[in-house]
């Protein structure tokens, strides 16, 4: 009984595989999705990344174009800060610090010499002050002097360059002592010596003169006192 009840399970099992190999496609058939999309071709895919590559160009291009705009922009900026900086620098050069306390007694001009008791040109200014008072550089420069000398007592001599296409120097005279060295640069309003009577001098003063291109001129023209 037992075999029977086997061979009727095998040939169950047949029949069922035999009706599934019946409705099952052929092996050589192709099931094809009509709602699918096309596969692209490899004329696509190389459309696409040509598009990706110009994409990617345009946008370095862009990029380059904005820092090279940034850079000409800062060159411009600081090309305008440094002419600013030099125009209000020559704005200044002929506005001449005050050097020491004191007024004008005696300005530029013809006068009777003090103690040569000759008429001459005082060649400069006499500004009035105790001996010891500090001198300071009325304008930046080069010391290009600092001695002594039998009319000028401790001096010092500041060449400041071209004013206004004029060499311009300045010199301080009567000096008790100077504190700067011959080739030393000086800013304007850097002490250099101190007020005294030494040379042909009667009395504690500064005499202050300038020159324009070697020749003495008027030194009040320069000066601002604040």
């Known amino acids: 009984m037992l075999l029977a009840v086997l061979i009727g399970v095998s040939a169950s099992l047949e029949q069922g595989h035999t009706a599934q190999a019946a409705d099952a496609p052929p092996l050589n058939q192709v099931v094809v999705d009509s709602d699918a999309p096309p596969?692209?071709?490899?004329?696509?895919?190389?459309?696409?990344?040509?598009?990706?590559?110009?994409?990617?160009?345009a946008e370095v291009d862009q990029q380059q174009f904005d820092a090279s705009l940034a850079k000409r922009e800062k060159a411009v900026r600081k090309n305008a800060a440094a002419i600013k900086a030099e125009l209000d620098r020559l704005k200044n050069?002929?506005?001449?610090?005050?050097?020491?306390?004191g007024r004008i007694g005696s300005g530029f001009g013809m006068r009777k010499h003090p103690i040569l008791r000759t008429t001459r040109l005082h060649n400069g200014v006499d500004i009035g002050g105790a001996c010891g008072n500090a001198i300071y550089a009325t304008q930046s420069g080069t010391v290009t002097r600092a001695n002594f000398s039998r009319s000028a007592g401790n001096n010092v001599r500041i060449n400041h360059g071209s004013i206004e296409n004029k060499k311009v120097e300045t010199a301080y005279l009567h000096m008790t002592k100077y504190t700067v060295s011959?080739?030393?640069?000086?800013?304007?309003g850097d002490l250099i010596g101190y007020v005294g009577t030494t040379g042909l001098s009667t009395a504690c003063h500064l005499h202050l003169a300038l020159y324009e291109n070697g020749r003495g001129?008027?030194?009040?023209?320069y000066l601002v006192k604040d």
């Open 39 to 57: 596969a692209p071709t490899v004329e696509d895919l190389i459309e696409d990344r040509l598009d990706q590559l110009q994409a990617v160009a």
């Open 93 to 101: 050069l002929k506005r001449f610090a005050w050097p020491t306390k």
């Open 182 to 188: 011959t080739g030393q640069d000086v800013a304007k």
């Open 217 to 221: 001129a008027d030194p009040a023209q």
